[in-house]
Nanobody, 115 residues
Framework: QVQLVESGGGLVQPGGSLRLSCAAS????????MGWYRQGPGKQRELVAV???????FYGDSVEGRFTVSRDNGKNTVYLQMNSLKPEDTAVYYC?????????WGQGTQVTVSS
């Protein structure tokens, strides 16, 4: 079984920054994709950013240029640096890891952008 534990969410003012972390534990295949999705109030879950174990990255359109995803393969940890935050970034942010037919999700961490 694989577990994902997210941290780093909270309340921030517009224009501010936050850094999310997600650590995966358990039996994990070396070649995998880790990343972040989010679900805002009344919205569908959407892609934020994903990164594979080789360093390939893909961003969702709404965050490119403001958010940066990175990972530490040795720690099975993925990070999301969020800058220039906007009220519309308010959402529950979910961490995910997948390989082959396996896919796991974290419990989510709340990010609220408000003055």
């Amino acid at each position: 079984q694989v577990q994902l534990v997210e941290s780093g969410g909270g309340l921030v003012q517009p224009g501010g920054s936050l850094r999310l972390s997600c650590a995966a534990s358990g039996t994990i295949f070396t070649s995998n994709v880790m990343g972040w999705y989010r679900q805002g109030p009344g919205k569908q879950r959407e892609l934020v950013a994903v990164i594979n174990s080789g360093g390939g990255i893909f961003y969702g359109d709404s965050v490119e240029g403001r958010f940066t995803v990175s990972r530490d393969n040795g720690k099975n940890t993925v990070y999301l640096q969020m800058n220039s935050l906007k009220p519309e970034d308010t959402a529950v942010y979910y961490c995910t890891i997948r390989w082959d037919r396996y896919e796991y999700w974290g419990q989510g961490t709340q990010v609220t952008v408000s003055s």
